[in-house]
C-alpha cells in the first residue's frame, strides 16, 4: 500500500483545520450556562481529535503492514502495549470526569436551583406548561403574565420555575443551554445569568400529544432600561390582554 500522496495530506490538514475551527471557543452563549457546556464541549473535542489520529494511524499502520500476511499468528502477550493502552485510557478519562465535573456541579448547569434564593435584583419567571401551550407569569410584577414570548433583562440571575397543569412537558431552549422537564403537581426550578441581548427559540421536547409541535415560544434579552420600560407597559395594561 502507498502512502497517502500530497492530495491526501493536504485534504488531511484541511480537515483538522476544519474540525479546530468549528470548536472556537469564542463562540461563546448568551447565558452562563450557555458557556459553560461550550466550554466542555470544546475541551472534550480538542481532546478527541489527537486520540482520533492516533486511532486511525494504528489502523492505517495495521492495515498496511499486514494485509498480505498469509499466515497471521496471535500476539500471546505484549505488556508494554497492555500497559499503554490501559493508562492512556485511564488518562482520558480522568480528563474527562474531571472536565465535566467542574461543568455539572455550577449552579447554573444541572445543581438543584430554589428561587427563593432569589435576591432583589433577580428575576423570577413561574413557566406553566399544558397541552398545548405556555404561560409565563412573573410574580413579582402584578399583572405581567404572557403566552408566547418571555423577556429577560440582560445581565441578571434568572430563575425558572417550571411545571405542568397535564401531561409531562419539557422546557428547552437550545442557544441558552437550557432544559428541564416539566412535571404535574411538581415544582422544578432551574437558575441562568443573561450575558448577551437577543432573541432565541424554544420549544417543548417532551412528546405531549398531537399538537406538540405548536408548543413554541421566544426567549427575548434586552437591556436594562428597555426592559424596565416593558415592565411597565405589561402592569398598566388590562388584565384580559396578553402579549
Known sequence: MRSPGPRRRRALLVTLVVLVVAVDPALAGPTTTADLINELRYKLLIIAIPVTIVAEAALYYAIKTFRNNDTPKPTLENRRLELTWTLGTAAILLFVGFASYGVMAQP???????????????????????QWGWEFNYPRHENVSTDTKVVLPVDTRVFFSISSRDVVHSFSVPEMGLKQDAFPGEEN??????????????????????????????????????????LGDQEQRPATDES
Do not use: R
Open 108 to 130: 447554573s448547569v444541572v445543581y438543584p436551583a430554589d428561587k427563593a434564593d432569589a435576591d432583589g435584583d433577580d428575576v423570577v419567571v413561574d413557566v406553566d406548561a399544558y
Open 189 to 230: 426550578v432551574i437558575m441562568t445569568q443573561t450575558t448577551e441581548q437577543g432573541t432565541y427559540q424554544g420549544y417543548c421536547t417532551e412528546f405531549c400529544g398531537v399538537s406538540h409541535a405548536k408548543m413554541t415560544f421566544t426567549v427575548e434579552v434586552m437591556g436594562q432600561q428597555e426592559y424596565q420600560n416593558w
